[in-house]
């Protein structure tokens, strides 16, 4: 019988996982579809059972949902616990769902992919306080990451995130912006920049040292308006397709038990993305 998997969230068309899922089924010779499942939050209960009912094997978790479907889970893992927040659920046993989150550490991967992993020792600054900047900190820290500050423009949520994880603090935008050059990575996790965003960036890098890792887990466009200044203060920058693949590729593989290829796959989506910039 063949196996089907899903993304649920509200919206959901724009997703790009089907397309990479199903790539990857076909690449691996696995018999599997990946669809996209637009899930209203009022109906989220009722999506869930009906995944089930229909023997969906597993599932992908996107916005408003990641926080709001751990009610409905048999179990989560030690980071979805720690973060609040599922992006992927796999099915284990009799039929537990089990929720994962698979975004942080996608995080690291990618950032050791094009950094190396020889800069755990260097002060980090996360610029935001939502559940992606939570979970990309609690992966550092788990990674062996050191000292992180948090800014956002609501400081009261960097305080409280800051309280959370130990030998971290926070700091108000305008501080961040005068000391940056004490930062070895520097990481946007806000939507400020996404297409069809009206605003710019959420914080100006131009105090970034040369050599300074500026990351901005956006990508579409590939290169926002922060990581072009960050780009020409002289930063290493790099953009969201690390994560959004290697977030994926975990989750895969806890479905599958194979590890896909991540390198082909970022190429193929840089390229697609490229293409839809030049035919606007």
Not at 6 to 17: F, H, L, N, T, Y
Not at 171 to 192: D, K, M, N, Y
Request: contains cysteine; proline residues 4%; charged residues 20%.
């Amino acid at each position: 019988m063949k196996k089907w998997f899903a993304v649920i969230g509200d919206p959901v068309a724009q997703s790009m996982s089907p397309g990479m899922h199903d790539y990857w089924f076909k690449e691996n010779k696995i018999d599997a579809a990946y669809l996209p499942v637009h899930a209203k939050s009022e109906k989220l209960q009722s999506v869930i059972s009906s995944l089930r009912l229909l023997g969906c094997s597993g599932w992908n978790v996107t916005v408003p949902h990641k926080s709001d479907i751990l009610p409905f889970l048999g179990s989560v893992d030690e980071a979805a616990a720690h973060m609040g927040a599922v992006n992927t659920v796999v099915i284990e046993g009799e039929g537990t769902l089990v929720g994962y989150n698979t975004d942080g550490i996608g995080f690291v991967h990618a950032l050791e992919e094009k950094y190396g992993n020889d800069r755990k020792a260097e002060e980090i600054l996360i610029i935001g306080a939502g559940g992606a900047a939570k979970g990309i900190a609690f992966a550092l820290r788990s990674a062996g990451y050191g000292s992180i500050t948090f800014t956002n423009r609501t400081m009261t949520n960097a305080y409280e995130l800051s309280k959370r994880l130990s030998d971290s603090t926070c700091l108000p935008i305008a501080e961040a912006e005068l000391q940056l050059a004490r930062f070895g990575i520097i990481i946007q996790t806000t939507s400020v920049g996404m297409a069809f965003s009206t605003e710019g960036m959420p914080l100006d890098p131009s105090n970034a040292a040369p050599g300074t890792a500026a990351v901005d887990i956006i990508y579409n466009p590939l290169e926002t308006d922060f990581l072009a200044a960050a780009r020409h203060s002289g930063a290493a920058t790099a953009n969201g397709i690390g994560m959004f693949v290697h977030q994926g590729a975990l989750a895969f593989e806890k479905w599958t038990g194979i590890h896909p290829d991540t390198a082909g796959m970022m190429e193929q989506l840089t390229q697609q993305l490229e293409d839809q910039h030049d035919n606007k």
